[in-house]
């Protein structure tokens, strides 16, 4: 909830050009919940607590303990066997499962997107590509080419245009009507462009 408004206004970035192709400008757009399927929910509840505590190999022991202590205290039969036998296996999958510090076939999060120009994969956190440069963090784009723009360019780093003109508005031939730049079909008429 704290970076909805983050979340929104960049999604509005994002749409704005979608949205210019019908002829239609977004000026807001509000996220007040994302609400995830239970399981990815359970998943992120589980990182947060992790988060908590800060030395792992205690909270594995930790969780081994109150799973034995569990399959103890159910009743006997067939569950006080499985239960022995999960207490017997437990430390083996631990100590396999902690070996070097992370999971077998764990995900890489270190890279967490792809650059849009160069299309090599970049940390999820990094304000510009290691490998070429290109600014990740939308302030503002080249109307001729569409190179993120750093918030005082006078001009466009990749064509060198002007960083500061506006695209003249579509104008549509059938009732002259002002479309946004870059629309296909008259906002008014619905005409082709």
């Known amino acids: 909830p704290a970076r909805y408004d983050e979340c929104s206004w960049g999604l509005a970035q994002r749409l704005e050009a ?33 988060g908590v505590f800060q030395d792992m190999d205690k909270l594995v022991k930790m969780k081994a303990a109150m799973a034995i202590e569990k399959a103890a205290t159910s009743g006997g039969g067939a569950e006080s066997g499985m239960g022995m036998g999960m207490g017997l296996m437990l430390p083996a999958m631990f100590s396999r499962f902690f070996q070097d510090g992370t999971a077998p ?8 997107q792809t650059c849009p120009d160069c299309a090599r994969k ?6 510009f590509c290691p490998h070429c440069g290109h600014q990740q ?3 503002a784009q080249c109307s001729a080419c569409g190179k993120n723009l750093p918030p005082t360019a006078r001009f466009c780093p990749r064509c060198g245009g002007p960083a500061t003109v506006t695209p003249a508005p579509a104008v549509c031939r059938h009732c ?12 008014q008429c619905g005409e082709k462009l």
Do not use: W
């Open 18 to 50: 979608d949205f210019a192709h019908f002829g239609l400008k977004l000026t807001q757009l509000y996220i007040t919940a994302i609400t995830p399927p239970p399981d990815v929910q359970q998943a992120i509840d589980d990182r947060s607590r992790m």
């Open 105 to 112: 076939g764990a995900p890489d999060d270190r890279f967490a």
């Open 122 to 127: 970049i940390a999820g956190d990094a304000k």
């Open 137 to 139: 963090i939308v302030f």
């Open 176 to 187: 002259h009507a002002e479309n946004l730049s870059g629309a296909h079909f008259c906002n």
